[in-house]
């Protein structure tokens, strides 16, 4: 299937994160059709991992994630661009890694293999799955593929989501001495927290802090009971001096819930490609048992989870050019 066709077509089915199943689908239906042995693997929910093998020792796995943020946006294109929901993250990386597998099967190289897996948008539930599939010990190497400019990825930060409760006392607004505003609370708190640098690292750089979400209280009239607030660090070190940091600056007037944890990460540096060091997180740290890893991808991660969502039809070109570049200088040990 012609490259840029591939892409719009898989980007046609929607897959938000807990609705693969479509996806995940057709893309066994076709590597079947196209002669790769393929396994599904049952995640969660009729949610199910494609694994798809072009010869019973395969070394090199190309892999991505099938689901997407929402909302679903169809794909469009003009002359230069595809434009839509998976363009960059990660529907058109899944089109440059299949026909990338292609052309080494026509240059005769049979050691590859495909992992695509679910829910990486969330808690990494797919991956979490696929680490524990005996497939695994034959990998080598994986390269992972996210949106990193075409640049090969040597490093990603981590990735820790935490909630912050806070409980105060209700009462009739028009006498708040009377009961103890959570929300009141919640807003020191976080102020504290936002004004707290964070432990980091040289190689990983800084450990940032998002406050996505604030919710709480009953009534505007109602003196807030409760409140809490959701927080996302992208950790440039381990977890435990930053929750520990943390827990220092909340200093009990609330209470910090870790909901999941993925540390910092570095990947395989290879002489030749452009390098750099990404903030965000992948499926990588999940997928322990695949070899070593790497991380390249085309389109650009500001672009990606955006409703300008896009990426370049030459990048996508580019990107088969090199994965099948990185796979041959692995599979030949140089």
């Not at 991808?297 to 990107?319: Q, R």
């Amino acid at each position: 299937m012609d490259l840029f066709e591939f892409t719009k077509k898989l980007m046609s089915i929607p897959s938000v994160s807990g609705e693969e199943q479509a996806v995940g689908a057709f893309l066994g239906e076709y590597l079947t059709s196209l002669g790769y042995l393929v396994e599904l693997q049952e995640v969660v929910d009729g949610r199910k991992n494609v694994i798809a093998i072009a010869s019973d020792s395969p070394e090199v796995f190309l892999s991505t994630h099938m689901d997407t943020v929402p909302p679903f946006i169809p794909p469009t294109e003009d002359e230069e661009k595809i434009y839509g929901r998976g363009s960059c993250d990660a529907k058109g990386i899944i089109a440059s890694q299949i026909i990338a597998a292609e052309r080494l099967r026509s240059e005769g190289e049979a050691r590859i293999g495909l992992l695509f897996t679910v829910d990486e948008e969330e808690s990494s539930l797919g991956s979490k799955a696929a680490n524990d599939l005996p497939i695994a010990s034959k990998c080598r190497y994986l390269i992972n593929g996210e949106p990193t400019d075409n640049e090969l990825g040597i490093g990603s930060k981590g990735s820790l989501r935490m909630l912050l409760k806070v409980k105060g006392k209700a009462a009739h607004s028009a006498y708040p001495e009377m009961g103890d505003s959570a929300i009141d609370r919640i807003v020191e708190i976080l102020h504290d927290i936002r004004s707290t640098g964070l432990p980091g690292d040289e190689f990983f750089g800084e450990t940032t802090l998002n406050v996505g979400t604030i919710s709480g209280g009953l009534k505007t009239n109602v003196v807030a009971p409760f409140a809490e607030a959701g927080l996302h660090i992208r950790l440039a070190t381990d977890d435990g001096p930053v929750i520990a940091k943390l827990e220092e600056v909340v200093s009990g007037r609330g209470e910090l819930e870790t909901m999941s944890c993925s540390l910092p990460v570095k990947m395989l540096p290879v002489e030749g490609f452009r390098q750099k060091v990404v903030r965000f997180t992948t499926d990588i740290p999940q997928l322990t048992n695949w070899g070593t890893p790497l991380l390249l991808g085309p389109g650009s991660i500001l672009d990606a989870h955006t409703s300008h969502e896009f990426v370049k039809k030459a990048d996508l070109e580019s990107a088969v050019e090199l994965y099948v570049d990185l796979a041959v200088r692995l599979l030949e040990g140089n």
